[in-house]
């Protein structure tokens, strides 16, 4: 059974940084494109940005230049570092793996930006 846990969001000031880890478990993540997303209070949810299997990376353009997304196969967990936080970028963040026809979804982890 897939499953997908994120964590390391908390509360932090603006300008600051956090980085949140998406741990999956069920399968092996290492040929799978991995895509982390977004979802503020009263807005739909977003895509933020996405690695594929060979490391290859993209972003919104919300979070270019202050995101990074990375990889660890070997502990099949995904990694986002997002840097100089804006209060614009508090929202549930969330990882996702599109994988056997279905979308897999973890149970995401907050990230608040206010001082």
């Known amino acids: 059974q897939v499953q997908l846990v994120e964590s390391g969001g908390g509360l932090v000031q603006p300008g600051g940084s956090l980085r949140l880890s998406c741990g999956a478990s069920?399968?092996?993540?290492?040929?799978?494109?991995l895509r982390w997303y977004r979802q503020a209070p009263g807005k739909e949810r977003e895509w933020v940005a996405l690695?594929?299997?060979?490391?290859?990376?993209n972003y919104a353009d919300s979070v270019k230049g202050r995101a990074t997304i990375s990889r660890d196969n070997a502990e099949n967990t995904v990694y986002l570092q997002m840097n100089s936080l804006e209060p614009e970028d508090t929202a549930v963040y969330y990882c996702?793996?599109?994988?056997?026809?279905?979308?897999?979804w973890g149970q995401g982890t907050q990230v608040t930006v206010s001082s």
């Open positions: 996702n793996l599109n994988k056997w026809g279905n979308s897999y």
């Open positions: 069920g399968f092996t993540s290492s040929g799978d494109v």
């Open positions: 690695i594929t299997t060979d490391g290859s990376t």
